[in-house]
């Protein structure tokens, strides 16, 4: 936008919010419920046409850039917001309670309360972790202590989240033997392989693109 519009980010944000509510439920009602009456399951695809397809539930990347928006453009807000480290805390707690209540009995059931959870889950379990998440930033929420390593993880979370399957799916090619045996030694060698991947990722193609932003931004 040429000028800065509240109003305008608003109506887009909650554009996006009900547009996944459409889609959704187009295929509960259209899909999943005929599905689950004719053969018994319908949780692929459940994964096909709304877990694995990134504009079915666009909720989760939106709370971040929103969080974000808030922080960068709306400073009064978030300076209100970081005051409230507590109630943030309490409301995302209770949000992320609810949105597990409404999806506990999704792989036997389409509906009901798991029909709600289908159409309102995404949303209601995004503004939660985002609540979290602004409690864990803010001035005295209980989430504010340091655990090591989280910045590491925080630093290549989009990364892993780009690529832990892939890597994942090629140890098991390339390797099949090694899901034999105990769980712990192979879920260690795909967490060191997944950390490998996103770690050249990242100092390949995020940081030197992010890098480019700022220099950019100071130079504008």
Do not use: Q
Not at 56 to 73: C, E, M
């Amino acid at each position: 936008m040429r000028k800065r519009s509240a109003h305008i980010t608003l109506a887009i944000v909650g554009g996006l919010v009900f547009s996944g509510i459409l889609i959704r439920s187009y295929v509960l009602f259209h899909l999943l419920v005929p599905l689950a009456a004719t053969e018994g399951g319908s949780w692929l695809a459940f994964l096909e046409r709304i877990y694995y397809p990134t504009y079915s539930h666009l909720d989760g990347l939106l709370a971040g850039v929103t969080l974000a928006l808030i922080r960068v453009f709306r400073p009064a807000w978030w300076a209100d917001l970081a005051r409230r480290g507590h109630a943030l805390f309490l409301v995302g707690t209770c949000l992320v309670a609810l949105a597990v209540y409404l999806t506990k009995d999704f792989w036997n059931s389409v509906t009901g309360v798991s029909a709600i959870g289908v159409v309102f889950g995404f949303p209601v379990l995004s503004l939660g972790l985002g609540l979290l998440v602004a409690s864990s930033v803010s001035n005295n929420g209980w989430l504010r202590f340091r655990i090591p390593g989280a910045k590491l993880i925080a630093t290549l979370a989009y990364s892993l989240y780009l690529t832990h399957k892939e890597i994942i799916h090629l140890v098991d090619l390339w390797f099949p033997s090694i899901t034999e045996g105990h769980m712990l030694p192979w879920l260690a060698v795909y967490a060191v392989c997944s950390f490998l991947v996103a770690s050249a990722l990242y100092l390949c193609v995020e940081r030197p693109f992010l890098i480019l932003r700022d220099k950019r931004i100071l130079g504008g």
